[in-house]
């Protein structure tokens, strides 16, 4: 639970504009009432220490829409490709042919 606590306060401080920093959010967390182990508060300064949270959040909206373009574009492609030729399917290996079988 201290890991959740100590994300939400890792998001309050960035949208006010404050050092996501270890005190910072102990200190937080405390003025909600929650108990959180310091070892989470150094975790998190430490990961985002140099970063900007806000940056890094509005960035996943960017990574969706990128990705599936390119995707879209290659699976045109490949699908005319695919149309003129047939995959070849192999047939399954039976084990009746060798006198075997898994509960012989």
Known sequence: MSDTIVSYAALILADAGLEVSADNLLSLSKAAGASVDNVWAEVYSKALEGKDLKEILSGFHNVGSAAAAPAAA??????????EEKPQQEEEESDDDMGMGLFD
């Open 74 to 83: 290659g699976g045109e492609a490949a699908g005319g490709e695919a149309a």
